[in-house]
C-alpha cells in the first residue's frame, strides 16, 4: 500500500511539473498576434524606429535585433521613412530574457527489479527569450499590429540565429488577414 501510495505521488508531482513549465519545443513557433481590425494596412508603405527605443541590455542583440526586424519589413516592401517623422508606421520591440525551471520526468529502475520501478524528475534551469514586435500607425499613434513569440536559449552563441529565427516567425503572417 505504502509503495503504491509513493508511485501514485511521484507520478503526479512528475506530471505537475511538466504541465506547469512548458517543454522549449512546444514553446518554439508559437506566435501570439493581435492587430487593430479596422486598420487599412495596405496603406502602410514606409517604417521608422520609435525615437524613445529602449536597447536590450547586450547592445549586439540590440543591433541584431534591429536588424533582423529591418530586413523582415523590407521583405514586406516597406521601405526606412526619410525624415523619420513622416513615416506610416513606427516600430518598437521589446525584449527579455529570464530564467525558468524545466522540468522533464523519467523512469528510474533496472531490468533486473521490474516490481521496483522509480520515477524521479529532473529539473533544469533554462534560458527562455521573449521578443515582441508593435507597429504603430504614424497618423493616429496607436498599436496597430503587435507579434509575440519566445524560445529557449542553450547558449551565448545561439543569439543571432535564434533572433533571426524569432523575428521571421513574427512577420509570417504580416499583413493580418
Do not use: C
Not at 501514485?8 to 506530471?15: C, E, F, G, H, K
Not at 497618423?139 to 523575428?167: G, H, Y
Request: charged letters at 25%.
Amino acid at each position: 500500500m505504502r509503495r503504491a501510495t509513493l508511485l501514485t505521488t511521484a507520478v503526479l508531482a512528475a506530471a505537475a511539473v511538466t504541465a506547469q513549465e512548458p517543454q522549449p519545443g512546444a514553446r518554439s513557433g508559437k506566435v501570439e498576434l493581435e492587430w487593430n481590425h479596422d486598420a487599412d494596412f495596405s496603406r502602410f508603405k514606409t517604417f521608422a524606429w520609435v525615437p524613445y527605443q529602449q536597447p536590450v541590455e547586450n547592445p549586439a542583440n540590440h543591433v541584431r535585433i534591429t536588424r533582423a526586424v529591418e530586413r523582415e519589413l523590407e521583405a514586406k516592401g516597406f521601405v526606412q521613412a526619410e525624415p523619420a517623422s513622416e513615416a506610416d508606421v513606427f516600430v518598437e520591440y521589446k525584449a527579455k530574457l529570464e530564467k525558468q525551471v524545466k522540468g522533464t520526468a523519467y523512469e528510474g529502475g533496472t531490468a533486473w527489479t521490474p516490481t521496483n520501478q522509480r520515477f524521479m524528475v529532473r529539473l533544469d534551469r533554462i534560458s527562455v527569450g521573449t521578443l515582441v514586435v508593435q507597429l504603430w500607425d504614424g497618423k493616429v499613434k496607436d498599436v496597430v499590429w503587435q507579434a509575440k513569440s519566445s524560445e529557449p536559449l542553450t547558449t551565448p552563441d545561439q543569439a543571432e540565429k535564434v533572433i533571426n529565427t524569432v523575428v521571421t516567425r513574427l512577420f509570417e503572417n504580416y499583413p493580418p488577414r
